[in-house]
Nanobody
Framework: QVQLVESGGGLVQAGGSLRLSCAAS????????MGWFRQAPGKEREFVAA????????LYVESVKDRFTVSRDNAKNTLYLQMKSLTPEDTAVYYC?????????????????WGQGTQVTVSS
C-alpha cells in the first residue's frame, strides 16, 4: 500500500512559477510510473503529466507542454512538477498518483493510489 502527500501549492500571479512535490511511502516507489492530474471547480479531473519508473520518459497534456516539467528522485521517493508561465486556467487542485505499471498513461484508471491534492490558484 502506498501513501502520497502533495505539497507546494499556493497562490501565484499569472506568469509566475510553482514547484509541486509528492512524497511517497509504503511501496517500491521506483518500480512504477507516476502521474499528476488536476481538477478545476466544476470540471472533471484531467491528466497533466506522467513519468516512467526510471524518469527516462515523460508524457504531457498539450496545454502544459513547454511550461510544466515532471521529474522524480527515486532516492528520495519524491515526484515533482515544476510549473512556469502559469495562467488562471491552471487553477485547480493538483493530485499525484502512482501507476500500476512502469510506463505512464493519461488514463486515471491506470493509477492505483492518489494523494489528497494541493491547491494551485493563479490570479490574473
Amino acid at each position: 500500500q502506498v501513501q502520497l502527500v502533495e505539497s507546494g501549492g499556493g497562490l501565484v500571479q499569472a506568469g509566475g512559477s510553482l514547484r509541486l512535490s509528492c512524497a511517497a511511502s509504503g511501496r517500491a516507489f521506483s518500480m512504477f510510473a507516476m502521474g499528476w492530474f488536476r481538477q478545476a471547480p466544476g470540471k472533471e479531473r484531467e491528466f497533466v503529466a506522467a513519468i516512467t519508473w526510471s524518469g527516462g520518459s515523460t508524457l504531457y497534456v498539450e496545454s502544459v507542454k513547454d511550461r510544466f516539467t515532471v521529474s522524480r528522485d527515486n532516492a528520495k521517493n519524491t515526484l515533482y512538477l515544476q510549473m512556469k508561465s502559469l495562467t488562471p486556467e491552471d487553477t485547480a487542485v493538483y493530485y499525484c498518483a502512482t501507476g500500476n505499471s512502469r510506463y505512464p498513461s493519461m488514463l486515471s484508471s491506470e493509477y492505483e493510489a492518489w494523494g489528497q491534492g494541493t491547491q494551485v490558484t493563479v490570479s490574473s
